[in-house]
């Protein structure tokens, strides 16, 4: 069957079952225990929330559904032969567990195309936004002006049953991963090739038609987007931007009001709603999500990274001795700065969405001296952070690479690179809110207690 919904259609009743026998069945079992460092500590280690689409293990990295990215890259359809996977493909294999089909990849780029027209209002309230507005800003801002048409709030005001909640949130995260590459080409067209749109080619598949909307046509660069979208959707559930995607997506919203003016028009986007009435739909999770994403510890460190590593280059001149490399990675410590895509909270080896990008790199661009900076990097900077002594993960990570290989093909504005990062995350955090939805979790809640409470409780033990 082609048809992605109605694959869905079967498989919920079958994992509503299997949740309510886990529950039934499993519910008091305990799965380990809580410190005061780990309450301290962002929480770090603590089992605390259900994400079915991924699975992250510290030494391995992140598997989709089971299976890793060179799995994925050995199993899931491509455009090109032996070429990277259509991240239609990895969308499908989120949303239902199962690897599919050319013919049902084929069809799903379809449906996104089909579902891809965006109404002027949206790029209104972009327009409404100083061009030198961050592009993480106007994004968000065409995501919050897209959220108007979503088909859950609708149908949730007029009384829609909680068993059938999936189905318009179904509608709403389709339509919004479909309309995210023109919203976000758009964003990057008028802030670097003064407004100057391309319209879609509508022969192409999704990552390939957002490279061509930016103004990308290389071949080899849409092979780099379909690799791309395919390993940023989804890094399980606790990282900044997925949790808030989740949380907020079962949150009850008291008021969320946006109000643009521009001299020249005023957009209002009003979402009142009223203290514990209502569940907010999949673009004001969305939007929420981005926000997280936005900051430098996390998706923003992709731009971080490129950015410092061309200052590298402005202060040492392109041919930078392994030597001069040391010395500025200690610079940047001792000004008190982090190094940018090294590290991570979960992570303690190489994250396998560098390596992957990597391996691209060996293959399409070994001479770029900007990749041969980043592998030097990879050799210098791992020994610096564990001298430090309290890094917990010195290997690079996803944000490391990325630049470089963007960079390569012409896309060199960095403070765009996250933009690209969330388009990639809708699919993701959108498959899991369709399961969040189908499986009616319910709204999170976790325990919060003051410094005298930790005290008396030690006290006491
Ligand atoms: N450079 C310098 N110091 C670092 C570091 C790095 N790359 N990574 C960790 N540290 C420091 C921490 O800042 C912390 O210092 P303090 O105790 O003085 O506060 C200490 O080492 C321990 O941190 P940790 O437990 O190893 O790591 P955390 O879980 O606290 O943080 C992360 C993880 C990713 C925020 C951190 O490694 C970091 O800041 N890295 C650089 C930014 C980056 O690349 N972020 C992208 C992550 C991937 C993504 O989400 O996109």
Same mark, same amino acid.
């Given at each position: ?107 799903? *780029? +379809?449906? !996104?195309?089909?579902?891809? /027209?965006?109404?002027? @209002? ?5 327009? $409404? ?119 907020? *997506? +079962?949150? !009850?919203?008291?008021?969320? /009001?946006?109000?643009? @003016? ?5 957009? $209002? ?120 002594? +309290? ?9 490391? @690479? ?60």
């Amino acid at each position: 069957d082609l048809d992605l919904k109605s694959q869905l259609q079967e498989l919920i009743p079958e994992q509503q079952d299997r949740l309510k026998k886990l529950k039934s069945e499993h519910g008091k079992v305990q799965l380990g225990n809580i410190n005061v460092d780990m309450v301290l500590g962002g929480m770090r280690g603590m089992i605390g929330m259900l994400w079915e689409t991924s699975l992250l293990d510290p030494e391995e990295g992140i598997r989709f559904r089971g299976l890793s990215i060179p799995e994925c890259q050995e199993v899931l359809p491509t455009a090109v032969k032996g070429g990277e996977p259509l991240p239609e493909g990895l969308l499908w294999l989120l949303l239902t567990g199962k690897v599919p089909t050319k013919e049902q990849v084929d069809a799903l *780029s +379809k449906e !996104l195309l089909v579902r891809s /027209s965006v109404p002027a @209002h949206v790029y209104k309230a972009i327009d $409404a936004l100083p061009v030198t507005a961050h592009p993480m800003t106007q994004f968000t801002t065409g995501v919050m002006a897209l959220q108007v048409e979503s088909e859950f709030q609708k149908a949730y005001d007029k009384g829609l049953p909680k068993t059938k909640f999936w189905e318009p949130t179904y509608e709403d995260v389709l339509n919004l991963i479909a309309r995210l590459p023109p919203v976000a080409s758009y964003v990057y067209r008028r802030i670097f090739k003064d407004g100057k749109s391309i319209e879609a080619d509508n022969s192409l598949d999704y990552a390939a038609n957002f490279s061509h909307m930016l103004g990308f046509d290389d071949p080899k660069m849409l092979e780099l987007m379909r690799l791309y979208i395919t390993i940023h959707t989804d890094h399980e559930g606790g990282n900044v931007s997925a949790h808030t995607g989740h949380l907020d *997506s +079962k949150s !009850l919203v008291s008021a969320v /009001s946006f109000v643009i @003016h521009s001299s020249e028009y005023a957009i $209002a986007v009003l979402i009142v709603v009223e203290v514990g009435s209502a569940l907010s739909d999949p673009y004001l999770s969305f939007a929420a999500a981005l926000n997280g994403l936005a900051g430098p510890l996390h998706g923003l460190a992709n731009q971080e990274v490129l950015l410092w590593i061309k200052s590298v280059i402005e202060e040492t001149g392109s041919d930078v001795t392994t030597d001069q490399l040391k010395d500025y990675v200690w610079k940047t410590l001792k000004s008190g700065k982090v190094v940018p895509g090294f590290g991570h909270g979960v992570l303690r080896k190489t994250d396998p969405r560098y390596s992957c990008q990597r391996e691209f790199a060996l293959k399409h661009l070994p001479e770029d001296p900007l990749f041969q900076l980043v592998s030097k990097l990879y050799e210098v900077v791992p020994p610096i952070l564990t001298e430090l002594g +309290k890094v917990k993960n010195p290997w690079p990570n996803v944000d490391a @690479h990325s630049g470089v290989l963007l960079n390569h093909f012409g896309l060199s504005e960095a403070r765009y690179y996250t933009v690209l990062f969330g388009v990639s995350r809708s699919m993701g955090i959108g498959s899991q809110l369709i399961w969040d939805r189908a499986l009616g979790l319910p709204l999170e809640r976790p325990k919060s207690v003051t410094m005298e409470w930790l005290e008396n409780y030690c006290k006491n033990k």
